[in-house]
């Protein structure tokens, strides 16, 4: 019993300490996500360069228009990622992601989930999103290979 305890407890460390392992290229997508739960439009901004387009539903948006719909409610949002691939350069990334988002309430819960894919660029030194493609997807014809880590 000692042994299977040391052998989960070491598990769980070695499993917690490369899930909270990101691409650096991938924190301005997880910056953008967590501005947009505390309703904080500047951190929305910084997540982004000057030059920031949103390929939504068949929609072009910049970011003023994202800024625009992101308004405080009563719903809680929370996000979680799932990596499909990336191609990290010096000063280019392309990151194609599932991203799911649980709104919820006092009265309810509901998830929502897109297919997503960024263009992230360095700009001045920092990582920047450039580019976002999002694709509303019902949660059904996810994958069922598709595992969700909650990211802030």
Same mark, same amino acid.
């Given at each position: 019993?000692?042994? %299977?305890?040391?052998?989960? !407890?070491? !598990?769980?460390?070695?499993? /917690?300490?490369? &899930? *909270?392992?990101?691409?650096?290229?991938? #924190?301005?997508?997880? *910056?953008?996500?967590?501005?947009?739960?505390?309703?904080?439009? +500047?951190?929305?901004?910084?997540?982004?360069?000057?030059?920031?387009? !949103?390929?939504?539903?068949?929609?072009?948006?910049?970011?003023?228009?994202?800024?625009?719909?992101?308004?405080?409610? #009563?719903?809680?949002?929370? $996000?979680?990622?799932? !990596? %499909? +691939?990336?191609?990290?350069?010096?000063? %280019? *990334?392309?990151?194609?992601?599932? $991203?799911?988002?649980?709104?919820?309430?006092?009265?309810?819960?509901?998830?929502?989930?897109?297919?997503?894919?960024?263009?992230?660029?360095?700009? $001045? /030194? +920092?990582?920047?999103?450039?580019?976002?493609? &999002?694709?509303?997807?019902?949660? #059904?014809?996810?994958?069922? &290979?598709?595992?969700?880590?909650?990211?802030?």
């Amino acid at each position: 019993m000692k042994i %299977i305890r040391k052998l989960v !407890l070491a !598990l769980s460390l070695f499993s /917690g300490s490369v &899930s *909270a392992q990101v691409d650096p290229a991938f #924190e301005p997508v997880m *910056a953008l996500f967590s501005a947009m739960s505390e309703i904080d439009h +500047s951190g929305m901004r910084a997540a982004v360069t000057d030059k920031f387009k !949103l390929l939504e539903n068949g929609e072009v948006w910049g970011i003023d228009e994202l800024v625009a719909v992101v308004a405080p409610s #009563e719903y809680k949002r929370e $996000n979680f990622f799932s !990596l %499909i +691939s990336s191609d990290v350069r010096e000063d %280019i *990334a392309l990151i194609n992601y599932w $991203n799911k988002a649980v709104f919820s309430s006092k009265k309810s819960t509901q998830n929502v989930a897109w297919l997503e894919s960024v263009v992230v660029v360095k700009d $001045n /030194g +920092s990582w920047r999103l450039q580019q976002m493609h &999002s694709t509303h997807v019902n949660e #059904e014809k996810i994958p069922d &290979s598709v595992a969700f880590t909650e990211m802030r």
